[in-house]
């Protein structure tokens, strides 16, 4: 979900995007009940992620969102590349809930006609301080927080909970943050 600069976008969205692909012999992830989308809204800094081709020069790397007019999501990404003192990139995406019976299931798009699917499977429900998001294939992978760094705990909590869907942690990359943002 977190990507820069539109040529990237291909790679996540014709991987990932509503291919509905599921690692060999796991079951579809198991997403959190509920998700209220004006609580979800605001600023995420990047903790932990899968590398992928699209993002593996980023570091700092946030999201933003928020509810539209129309109650689609504007999602903003954006990062620094190779160092934290690097040079800024973003990019704009819209996101929705295809399904209002299954809230933690979005799609986002980047630009027309691809979108990618957007699972959100942990999530702190009572402050909305951490949340977890990847896919079916468990190829993508990304631990949020509301905050640049987070407590071993709460890491250790995240860690376990995307080993339990079928995830294997062994490359999981650590983003550096700028503390203080």
């Not at 692909?21 to 998700?35: D, F, I, K, Q, S």
């Not at 909970?161 to 079928?166: E, F, H, M, V």
């Amino acid at each position: 979900m977190h990507v820069t600069k539109a040529g990237s976008f291909v790679a996540v969205l014709l991987f990932a995007g509503g291919l509905g692909l599921r690692a060999e012999g796991l079951p579809p992830l198991e997403l959190v009940p509920r998700v209220d989308p004006a609580r979800y809204a605001g600023l995420w800094y990047e903790i932990a992620r899968f590398q992928q081709a699209f993002e593996k020069d980023l570091v700092g790397v946030t999201a933003e969102y928020s509810i539209r007019k129309d109650g689609r999501i504007a999602v903003k990404n954006s990062g620094f590349k190779k160092t934290l003192d690097g040079p800024f990139t973003d990019a704009k995406a819209v996101a929705w809930v295809p399904d209002p019976a299954k809230p933690a299931a979005l799609k986002v798009q980047f630009f027309w006609p691809f979108a990618a699917d957007y699972l959100i499977f942990g999530l702190d429900d009572q402050d909305y301080s951490w949340a977890l998001v990847g896919d079916n294939s468990r190829k993508y992978l990304w631990f949020l927080s509301r905050t640049p760094s987070i407590d071993q705990s709460t890491f250790d909590k995240m860690a376990g909970l995307a080993r339990a869907q079928g995830y294997d942690l062994s490359k999981l990359f650590i983003v550096p943050q700028k503390e203080g943002n």
